[in-house]
T-cell receptor, first 116, second 112 residues
Protein backbone atom coordinates (compact mmCIF):
# COMPACT_ATOMS: atom_id res chain seq x y z
CA UNK A 1 0.00 0.00 0.00
CA UNK A 2 0.86 3.65 -0.26
CA UNK A 3 2.98 5.30 2.41
CA UNK A 4 2.22 8.39 4.42
CA UNK A 5 4.86 9.91 6.67
CA UNK A 6 4.51 12.31 9.56
CA UNK A 7 7.11 14.48 11.16
CA UNK A 8 7.89 14.77 13.97
CA UNK A 9 6.80 11.52 15.58
CA UNK A 10 6.76 13.20 18.97
CA UNK A 11 7.22 16.72 20.22
CA UNK A 12 7.30 18.42 23.60
CA UNK A 13 6.75 22.15 23.77
CA UNK A 14 6.10 24.89 26.28
CA UNK A 15 2.67 26.36 26.75
CA UNK A 16 2.11 29.33 24.46
CA UNK A 17 4.38 28.19 21.67
CA UNK A 18 3.33 26.94 18.23
CA UNK A 19 4.06 23.52 16.81
CA UNK A 20 3.97 22.42 13.18
CA UNK A 21 3.34 18.84 12.12
CA UNK A 22 4.04 17.72 8.56
CA UNK A 23 2.22 15.01 6.67
CA UNK A 24 3.55 13.70 3.37
CA UNK A 25 2.29 11.16 0.87
CA UNK A 26 5.47 9.49 -0.36
CA UNK A 27 4.44 7.57 -3.45
CA UNK A 28 1.13 8.98 -4.56
CA UNK A 29 -0.64 12.27 -5.03
CA UNK A 30 -3.15 13.07 -2.36
CA UNK A 31 -5.80 15.50 -3.45
CA UNK A 32 -7.39 15.20 -0.03
CA UNK A 33 -5.75 14.90 3.36
CA UNK A 34 -7.37 14.49 6.74
CA UNK A 35 -6.26 15.38 10.25
CA UNK A 36 -7.44 13.39 13.22
CA UNK A 37 -6.97 13.67 16.94
CA UNK A 38 -6.93 10.63 19.20
CA UNK A 39 -7.15 10.74 22.97
CA UNK A 40 -5.86 7.78 25.00
CA UNK A 41 -7.99 4.67 24.57
CA UNK A 42 -10.44 6.49 22.34
CA UNK A 43 -11.32 6.55 18.70
CA UNK A 44 -10.06 8.90 16.03
CA UNK A 45 -11.85 12.22 15.85
CA UNK A 46 -11.79 14.01 12.51
CA UNK A 47 -10.57 17.57 12.93
CA UNK A 48 -10.48 18.80 9.37
CA UNK A 49 -10.34 17.90 5.73
CA UNK A 50 -7.95 19.67 3.41
CA UNK A 51 -7.95 19.73 -0.35
CA UNK A 52 -4.88 20.79 -2.25
CA UNK A 53 -4.90 24.47 -3.04
CA UNK A 54 -8.00 25.35 -1.06
CA UNK A 55 -8.95 26.15 2.50
CA UNK A 56 -9.48 23.34 4.94
CA UNK A 57 -12.94 22.34 6.08
CA UNK A 58 -13.10 22.06 9.85
CA UNK A 59 -15.42 19.84 11.84
CA UNK A 60 -17.81 21.37 14.27
CA UNK A 61 -16.12 22.37 17.50
CA UNK A 62 -12.61 22.54 16.06
CA UNK A 63 -11.07 26.00 16.27
CA UNK A 64 -9.68 26.88 12.86
CA UNK A 65 -7.56 29.72 14.26
CA UNK A 66 -5.93 27.36 16.72
CA UNK A 67 -5.36 24.45 14.35
CA UNK A 68 -4.03 25.93 11.11
CA UNK A 69 -3.99 23.56 8.19
CA UNK A 70 -2.15 24.13 4.94
CA UNK A 71 -2.24 21.82 1.94
CA UNK A 72 0.09 23.56 -0.46
CA UNK A 73 0.97 20.63 -2.68
CA UNK A 74 -0.38 17.23 -3.68
CA UNK A 75 2.06 15.52 -1.32
CA UNK A 76 2.26 17.80 1.71
CA UNK A 77 -0.15 19.02 4.35
CA UNK A 78 0.79 20.74 7.59
CA UNK A 79 -1.03 21.19 10.87
CA UNK A 80 0.10 24.03 13.10
CA UNK A 81 -1.11 24.10 16.67
CA UNK A 82 -0.91 27.76 17.61
CA UNK A 83 -0.41 29.00 21.16
CA UNK A 84 -0.46 25.46 22.43
CA UNK A 85 -1.84 24.68 25.88
CA UNK A 86 -1.69 21.48 27.95
CA UNK A 87 -5.20 20.52 26.86
CA UNK A 88 -3.90 20.35 23.27
CA UNK A 89 -1.69 17.44 24.28
CA UNK A 90 -2.82 14.48 22.23
CA UNK A 91 -1.97 12.08 19.44
CA UNK A 92 -2.45 13.63 16.01
CA UNK A 93 -2.82 11.44 12.95
CA UNK A 94 -2.97 12.47 9.33
CA UNK A 95 -4.22 10.44 6.43
CA UNK A 96 -4.24 10.89 2.69
CA UNK A 97 -6.73 9.64 0.17
CA UNK A 98 -5.64 8.09 -3.08
CA UNK A 99 -8.50 8.40 -5.50
CA UNK A 100 -7.11 5.56 -7.53
CA UNK A 101 -7.52 3.12 -4.66
CA UNK A 102 -11.29 2.96 -4.16
CA UNK A 103 -11.19 5.90 -1.78
CA UNK A 104 -8.88 4.09 0.60
CA UNK A 105 -7.22 6.33 3.12
CA UNK A 106 -3.63 5.73 4.08
CA UNK A 107 -2.57 6.80 7.53
CA UNK A 108 0.57 8.36 8.85
CA UNK A 109 2.22 6.93 11.98
CA UNK A 110 0.98 9.78 14.14
CA UNK A 111 2.55 12.55 16.19
CA UNK A 112 2.41 12.65 19.95
CA UNK A 113 2.24 16.23 21.19
CA UNK A 114 2.91 17.05 24.83
CA UNK A 115 2.46 20.63 25.95
CA UNK A 116 4.05 21.49 29.27
CA UNK B 1 -24.97 12.09 9.26
CA UNK B 2 -22.98 8.92 9.63
CA UNK B 3 -22.61 6.84 12.76
CA UNK B 4 -20.66 3.68 13.46
CA UNK B 5 -21.32 1.59 16.56
CA UNK B 6 -19.07 -1.05 18.02
CA UNK B 7 -20.76 -2.59 21.04
CA UNK B 8 -17.83 -4.71 22.22
CA UNK B 9 -15.17 -2.58 23.95
CA UNK B 10 -13.03 -5.67 24.58
CA UNK B 11 -12.83 -9.18 23.21
CA UNK B 12 -10.46 -12.05 23.80
CA UNK B 13 -9.82 -15.23 21.91
CA UNK B 14 -7.60 -18.26 22.29
CA UNK B 15 -4.77 -18.47 19.81
CA UNK B 16 -5.78 -20.42 16.68
CA UNK B 17 -9.48 -19.95 17.41
CA UNK B 18 -11.99 -17.78 15.58
CA UNK B 19 -13.44 -14.50 16.81
CA UNK B 20 -16.07 -12.15 15.43
CA UNK B 21 -16.13 -8.42 16.05
CA UNK B 22 -19.46 -6.64 15.67
CA UNK B 23 -20.22 -3.36 13.95
CA UNK B 24 -23.38 -1.56 12.94
CA UNK B 25 -23.60 1.68 11.06
CA UNK B 26 -26.04 4.25 9.83
CA UNK B 27 -25.75 6.41 6.78
CA UNK B 28 -27.94 8.36 4.41
CA UNK B 29 -25.54 7.78 1.54
CA UNK B 30 -26.43 5.32 -1.18
CA UNK B 31 -22.82 4.86 -2.25
CA UNK B 32 -20.37 4.17 0.52
CA UNK B 33 -17.49 1.99 1.62
CA UNK B 34 -16.90 0.10 4.84
CA UNK B 35 -13.54 -0.66 6.36
CA UNK B 36 -11.98 -2.44 9.28
CA UNK B 37 -8.74 -0.89 10.51
CA UNK B 38 -6.32 -2.35 13.02
CA UNK B 39 -4.30 -0.19 15.41
CA UNK B 40 -1.54 -2.13 17.18
CA UNK B 41 0.43 -0.69 20.11
CA UNK B 42 2.59 1.24 17.63
CA UNK B 43 -0.62 3.21 16.87
CA UNK B 44 -0.11 2.94 13.11
CA UNK B 45 -3.50 2.47 11.49
CA UNK B 46 -3.50 -0.55 9.20
CA UNK B 47 -6.26 -1.44 6.77
CA UNK B 48 -7.53 -4.94 7.40
CA UNK B 49 -10.37 -5.26 4.91
CA UNK B 50 -12.62 -3.18 2.69
CA UNK B 51 -16.18 -3.67 1.45
CA UNK B 52 -17.93 -1.68 -1.25
CA UNK B 53 -21.59 -1.24 -0.34
CA UNK B 54 -22.78 -2.01 -3.85
CA UNK B 55 -21.15 -5.44 -3.77
CA UNK B 56 -23.24 -8.24 -2.30
CA UNK B 57 -20.34 -10.63 -1.96
CA UNK B 58 -18.59 -10.52 1.40
CA UNK B 59 -14.98 -9.41 1.25
CA UNK B 60 -12.22 -11.76 2.38
CA UNK B 61 -8.51 -11.24 2.94
CA UNK B 62 -6.74 -14.42 3.97
CA UNK B 63 -7.80 -15.10 7.59
CA UNK B 64 -10.07 -12.05 7.69
CA UNK B 65 -13.59 -11.98 6.34
CA UNK B 66 -16.67 -9.87 6.81
CA UNK B 67 -20.37 -10.55 7.11
CA UNK B 68 -21.97 -7.59 5.37
CA UNK B 69 -25.71 -7.32 5.90
CA UNK B 70 -26.70 -4.17 4.03
CA UNK B 71 -30.36 -4.11 4.99
CA UNK B 72 -29.48 -4.52 8.65
CA UNK B 73 -26.55 -2.10 8.32
CA UNK B 74 -24.28 -4.61 9.93
CA UNK B 75 -20.62 -5.22 9.10
CA UNK B 76 -18.92 -7.77 11.34
CA UNK B 77 -15.32 -8.94 11.08
CA UNK B 78 -14.34 -12.58 11.48
CA UNK B 79 -10.75 -13.47 12.26
CA UNK B 80 -9.93 -17.13 11.75
CA UNK B 81 -6.93 -18.97 13.17
CA UNK B 82 -6.15 -16.04 15.49
CA UNK B 83 -2.50 -15.21 15.92
CA UNK B 84 -0.62 -13.30 18.59
CA UNK B 85 0.06 -10.54 16.08
CA UNK B 86 -3.66 -9.93 15.71
CA UNK B 87 -3.76 -8.33 19.16
CA UNK B 88 -4.75 -4.70 18.62
CA UNK B 89 -7.57 -2.18 18.64
CA UNK B 90 -9.94 -2.75 15.75
CA UNK B 91 -11.95 0.12 14.34
CA UNK B 92 -14.91 -0.28 12.07
CA UNK B 93 -15.40 2.68 9.75
CA UNK B 94 -17.73 3.99 7.10
CA UNK B 95 -16.64 6.20 4.24
CA UNK B 96 -19.38 8.35 2.82
CA UNK B 97 -19.95 12.01 2.01
CA UNK B 98 -16.19 12.34 1.59
CA UNK B 99 -15.53 11.44 5.22
CA UNK B 100 -14.36 8.41 7.16
CA UNK B 101 -16.30 7.90 10.38
CA UNK B 102 -14.91 5.55 13.02
CA UNK B 103 -16.53 3.44 15.68
CA UNK B 104 -15.24 3.50 19.24
CA UNK B 105 -13.11 0.42 18.71
CA UNK B 106 -12.78 -3.09 20.08
CA UNK B 107 -9.64 -4.12 21.90
CA UNK B 108 -8.76 -7.69 20.90
CA UNK B 109 -6.58 -9.79 23.16
CA UNK B 110 -5.10 -13.07 22.00
CA UNK B 111 -4.63 -15.69 24.69
CA UNK B 112 -1.60 -17.95 24.05
Amino acid sequence: GAVVSQHPSWVICKSGTSVKIECRSLDFQATTMFWYRQFPKQSLMLMATSNEGSKATYEQGVEKDKFLINHASLTLSTLTVTSAHPEDSSFYICSARDRGENNEQFFGPGTRLTVL
Amino acid sequence: AQTVTQSQPEMSVQEAETVTLSCTYDTSESDYYLFWYKQPPSRQMILVIRQEAYKQQNATENRFSVNFQKAAKSFSLKISDSQLGDAAMYFCSNFGNEKLTFGTGTRLTIIP
